[in-house]
């Protein structure tokens, strides 16, 4: 099973963000946030609309320098969907995913209102570790945790499309 694609295409390899985007404050915690798809630069707002894509939110990820986050699924239960993931400010993390051998704990609900099942790291066996510069789509129906193990904050910036199957997604930038 594939768990990300780099995305080659030459307007999604730099920052997604607006230039007057100011990043906020990293805290000891890990951080979810949303914005409006404004956020988004316009050259990346208009290839998104050639593809037949639909912006359905942007997320932003916020974890702290030396951070492990604890392994869990997106939405509560394991499924195809995907999303567009920019890492920005860190560069020392990796994104790993695993299968998980034991039944799917219920579902909870972050602070900022996104569905997720956290997972016993016990009952996880190592699929795929990877780390991108740029644009990747990733699977984040399946088990999937991030470290940083940087001295600085990472941010992610995730976009969320209305139709967000992971091989749907691939087939829009292959």
């Not at 404050?25 to 630069?41: A, K, M, N, W």
């Not at 320098?65 to 509560?76: L, R």
Request: with cysteine; proline share 5%; glycine share 2%.
């Amino acid at each position: 099973m594939n768990y990300l694609y780099e995305i080659a295409s030459p307007v999604w390899q730099s920052t997604p963000l607006v230039q007057d985007f100011q990043l906020p404050p990293s805290t000891s915690q890990g951080q979810i946030l949303r914005y409006p798809e404004t956020i988004l630069r316009a050259d990346l707002l208009a290839d998104i609309a050639q593809r037949a894509l639909t912006v359905r939110e942007v997320q932003m990820f916020i974890s702290p320098a030396m951070y492990y986050m604890k392994t869990h699924i997106d939405g509560g239960a394991i499924h195809e969907n995907a999303a567009i993931n920019y890492s920005l400010v860190s560069r020392n993390w990796a994104m790993n995913w695993f299968e998980y051998t034991a039944e799917l704990p219920s579902q909870q609900t972050t602070a900022a209102g996104t569905d997720y099942l956290a997972l016993d790291s016990n009952q996880c066996q190592l699929a795929c570790s990877a780390t991108w510069a740029h644009a990747a789509i990733v699977r984040t129906g399946r088990a999937h945790n991030i470290i940083n193990r940087d001295i600085l904050p990472r941010y992610c910036v995730s976009i969320r499309f209305q139709d967000n199957d992971y091989e749907f997604l691939k087939s829009k930038f292959i």
